[in-house]
């Protein structure tokens, strides 16, 4: 059984929905698994490794405002 995710930032009182929780997961592992992989790019390359980190900090620093659509896959800005 899972408990409620609570948020104080949050707009509405800290209730954040299933969605959210989902979307906050998928992207922690997604970057988690692009720093592995930079850190096995060591094995090839030092600056290609150190390059690629970088790389993957300054899109999660700036997060650009990309998003699928459903329908089609394509990407969208928005």
Known sequence: ???KSRY???K???QVTPD???AIKRRIVIGQSLYAFGALLCIF???WSITFIVLVQLNYAIAPRIRRARHMGAIVES
Request: glycine fraction near 14%.
């Open 1 to 3: 059984m899972r408990r």
């Open 8 to 10: 104080p930032w949050t």
């Open 12 to 14: 509405d009182g800290g």
């Open 45 to 47: 390359n030092t600056h």
């Open 20 to 22: 959210v929780t989902a």
